[in-house]
């Protein structure tokens, strides 16, 4: 690893390897440079369809940077990478599947008051079914927390780790049963229809079933709502963990839990907190993602939970807006690669962002670097 | 709901016979008779042999089914070796076993599949490729010694380098005598010497090793840059390898040049050639290589690294080179069991190789006891046989729906064990020849009142 290897470097005469560092970077420097030419020659041959791409993967950034805030957080508190956490986030859309498709939840209001207009009805409706999706997540996880977490505390980290990897098997092939969610992809349905805008001389609303005019950007109010629904989310988080006690709690117990502990802050329940809390951003992320996406199945949630980790630990794992960089990285680095690329190779560019994030700079963009080796 | 008993009560024996072969072929091998030995564990392949062939009615002691378990608990016990090496001796948390044991049995099924076909560039290609890069990870090795404390970027660049040369140079060589082999081969009509049995055979014991050899080149490359992050960070960038080489396969058609392989629609038409022979040399082969190599020295230091990296580096061990070393050896015993699996099923689809099946070795480390080669053997047996063999029959008769309970009830029995008993079923426990050999205490330096037992 570079900075050790600098650290621990008394003199350069006597280890003479430390001189050639320069061959490690200018082989990424040649990657970063081939990948920008790539990118800039794209650019410049179809700049509409390069928009196109980049509104794209910020509508999937957006989303990760939803299920990453839970990644972040509980490996910030308890030093645990929650595997279970991408399946948390598939109940969230499976619980807002049925609400809508069997309960009718995104239009009650209008059972209850029949004279309400049809769009107060639609917006009461969407964030009761999001709202129910959240609340079912953070008791899954706060139950996950207490069943399989708790009393692994003090064993070895990576029981913990095997175990977070059993509770997400256990829910992958639970709702994978046929009276749970079966095993089968199941087409989605939206609380609420779609609106596309096109841009092209100013915003146009496109009208159903016509194709947009030759050289438009377009983008839907699904697009709108993700990036409203992160920017807010964003926004509560911070003021959560900056201005609140329990924030306050959250950052103590992140630094020295021990010494926490002795100050009479209730490590669990913080750790409880920390859980429901991401777990509840997870569960919005999953009502957005089957929206966005609408074609759900039990195991929807492992690659955008790994994503999503990959985002974390991009922006510098426990740091909150790193999570939220990261996460928009992530979804360019994406997009890029299906439309450029081979829509296959997406999964493949995320674990090399992995790789490299990790050899260049363990401690992501955000994250401070290291005090000692624990 | 028909439940038939006399099922039930066969295939317990047979396990508890599987199991208890296991015992003893382990006490045999470990018996200080060298004779008793080689005559132990002739019996111990013909035994299993026996019951393959004997016919008691219209089918063998062990038919079909069963022969499939137990040549898939053969590979799945080198595979969990192989990841009992990485995780249980040397503490390193791999999820990328199942990306090896795919790129061995890809590789291996390749060579055969080709040489069917009566093109022997799959055998030229790959072997001069394993070989020429074997060589540059030694020659730049060496060359590195002069150069120490260099960043691990960089010697991962020039080993990468050399390796994608000496792949260039593989694969115009065996181009080149690809054409001077072909007339061997002979047509359809006269069959020339490489098309007979004996040649494919012993090119399918060269495909086997050569996979291996592939799988641990790979993982050296992988490994040396990948192997310094953390042991949790690790875990991740080993399992998005498995994920990139499942991805690989499934557009093995289309992003790789090789159309045989099929891409995701799974590649037929492998030769079966995987005897029960084969597989229990192999197995025996692997137990013997890895055993040996725990109570060695270089074992012993691969084990100090999971004990603590800092007093290991204090007593003078290389924790970096001896972490690779654990890696590329354990995913030598992936490949090799990839290529044995490979030539029995006869067919690969990447479906057998998605990161979620690979989740298994480490189930099955995990219960038999990190650190326990007895315990991940046997453990890989039990899964097989219980699990894949008797649970999914009896659960098959209950109901289409009831199979899929099998996977509800592993994480289940995983998180239980986890709670309960984390260090595994065995736990550091060995059976016969597994166990440490007694050491003879050392007379010049002065007597000691009893001997110590090695690699505790």
Sequence with gaps: ?374 | MDFNAGFLIISVVKITAVLAWIYGLLWVLGHASRAVKAVGVVCAFAVIQLALSVRIGDSAIFNDFDQGLLFQACTMAMVSLGLNLIYGFNGQFSLGQWGFYGIGAYAAADVTYRWTDGDARGLLVLGIGVMLGGLTIWGVGQLLRRYAGMPVLSAFTLYLIGCVAAGAIAVWLGGALNGLLAPLFGTKGAPGPLSSAAALQVVFVLAVLIAGGFAAEVSFLFGLPVLTLGSDYFGIATLGFTIVINTLMVNSDTILPFPEMKGGRGMIGIPKLTTWFWAFLFLVLVIIVMRNLIHSSTGRAITSVREDETAAKAMGIDVAANKLLAFVIGSFFAGIGGGVYAHFIGFLSPGTFDFLVGFNPLIIVVFGGPGSMSGTIAASFGWIFFLEGLLRVILGQMGTEAPTWRFVLYPIALLLLILVRPQGLLGRAEWGFLRAPEVQPRTHDGPRATPVPAGK
């Excluded at chain 1, 299920?67 to 859309?93: C, E, P, Q, R, W």
């Excluded at chain 1, 980290?157 to 969610?181: D, K, P, Q, Y």
């Excluded at chain 1, 630094?255 to 777990?279: E, Y």
């Design chain 1, 1 to 374: 690893m570079p900075q050790t290897a600098a650290s621990a470097t008394p003199s350069l005469a006597r280890r003479p390897g430390a001189r050639m560092a320069w061959i490690g970077q200018g082989f990424l420097l040649l990657l970063a440079l081939v990948t920008f030419l790539i990118l800039a020659r794209d650019l410049i041959r179809d700049p509409r369809l390069f928009v196109q791409i980049v509104i794209s993967g910020l509508q999937l950034g957006f989303v990760y940077a939803l299920i990453a805030l839970g990644y972040t957080m509980v490996y910030g508190i308890v030093k645990l990478i929650n595997f279970a956490h991408g399946d948390v986030f598939m109940v969230g859309s499976f619980v807002s599947f049925y609400a809508v498709t069997r309960f009718q939840l995104h239009v009650w209001p209008a059972f209850v008051f029949p004279t309400l207009p049809r769009g107060v009805v639609v917006v009461i409706g969407s964030l009761t079914v999001m709202l129910l999706s959240m609340i079912t997540c953070v008791a899954l996880a706060v139950t996950i927390e207490r069943v399989a977490y708790k009393p692994l505390r003090d064993a070895p980290r990576i029981a913990a780790l095997i175990t977070a990897i059993g509770v997400s098997f256990f829910l992958e092939f639970f709702g994978a049963l046929n009276f749970v969610f079966s095993p089968r992809f199941i087409p989605y349905q939206r609380p609420f229809e779609v609106v596309t805008w096109y841009f092209k001389d100013g915003f146009h609303a496109l009208i159903e079933g016509t194709a947009p005019p030759e050289g438009s950007i377009t983008f839907s109010n699904i697009f709108v709502i993700i990036v409203a629904a992160s920017v807010l989310t964003q926004v509560v988080l911070q003021f959560l963990v900056r201005r609140t006690k329990m924030g306050k709690a959250m950052r103590a117990s992140s630094f020295d839990k021990p010494t926490a502990r002795l100050m009479g802050i209730n490590v669990d329940q913080v750790i409880s907190f920390t859980f429901a809390v991401g777990a509840a951003f997870a569960g919005l992320g999953g009502v957005l993602y089957a929206i966005a996406y609408p074609s759900i199945w039990s195991q929807l949630g492992i690659l955008p939970g790994l994503k999503a980790f990959v985002a974390a630990v991009l922006g510098g794992i426990g740091s909150i807006p790193g999570a939220f960089v990261g996460a928009l990285i992530m979804g360019q680095a994406e997009a890029l690669t299906m439309g450029y690329i081979s829509t296959p190779m997406r999964d493949a560019v995320a674990f090399t962002i992995l790789i490299i994030v990790l050899l260049v700079r363990p401690t992501g963009i955000f994250g401070e670097p290291e005090k000692e080796k624990a």
